[in-house]
């Protein structure tokens, strides 16, 4: 079954260090998605990506992070300069249409000390 | 920003009998709703969904119900097994995939 793939599993980085968290998504798929979970806390929202730019994001998704395609396959999200209150898991996900099923990654953990 | 609400955070049943996972909604412009599970060390995975045309939706032993008025949706599983122990997680999205999910609920099946 085609699955989303995510690199590191975690990465540990000392604060105001950047980081480049990547994902392969789903071949055919067309919309690509990060979203994060800090430890005990809910699911949000961070980005939304399609034809090669970003459709939506949330309001933590402010300057210090950025997401890019940059061969069509890859899609990476890219936190310039980490805090300690970036520390979560960080999921990709991506699906085929507006159908809104999306297929998620294994995630990775970012460690911010 | 709390869309989606997922008021339990945890829920233990036994196993065989049914488990209710409740979520409430505040955005009258969500017309899609799905239910994710997630194993820990692992991402969420779809389970079920609901379009806001339906007020139930069946796939096995899973039955989702909207009831739109109320800006409510929940989860039945039954009958319940050991194996559905995970964290769920209610989502809702209107037509631009910006999906919101809710806070989770950990699902304890005890056998």
């Known amino acids: 079954e085609p699955e989303v793939t995510q690199t590191p599993s975690h990465q540990v980085t000392q604060m105001g260090q950047e980081v480049i968290l990547r994902c392969v998504p789903i071949s055919n798929h067309l919309y690509f998605y990060w979203y994060r979970q800090i430890l005990g806390q809910k699911v949000e929202f961070l980005v939304s990506f399609y034809n090669n730019e970003i459709s939506e994001k949330s309001e933590i998704f402010d300057d210090q992070f950025s997401v890019e395609r940059p061969d069509g396959s890859n899609f990476t999200l890219k936190i310039r300069s980490t805090k300690l209150e970036d520390s979560a898991m960080y999921f990709c996900?991506?699906?085929?249409?507006?159908?809104?099923?999306?297929?998620f990654g294994a995630g990775s953990r970012l460690t911010v000390l | 920003d709390q869309q989606v609400k997922q008021n339990s955070p945890s829920l233990s049943v036994q196993e065989g009998r049914i488990s209710i996972l409740n979520c409430d909604y505040t955005n009258s412009m969500f017309d899609y709703f799905l239910w994710y599970k997630k194993y820990p060390a692992e991402g969420p995975t779809f389970l079920i969904s609901?379009?806001?045309?339906?007020d139930k939706n069946e796939d096995g032993r899973f039955t989702v119900f909207l009831n739109k008025s109320a800006k409510h949706l929940s989860l039945h599983i039954v009958p319940s097994q050991p194996g559905d122990s995970a964290v769920y997680f209610c989502?809702?999205?209107?037509?631009?995939?910006?999906?919101?999910f809710g806070a989770g609920t950990r699902l304890t099946v005890k056998p």
């Open positions: 989502a809702a999205s209107p037509a631009n995939n910006d999906m919101r």
């Open positions: 996900a991506s699906s085929l249409s507006g159908a809104n099923v999306l297929t």
């Open positions: 609901i379009s806001s045309i339906k």
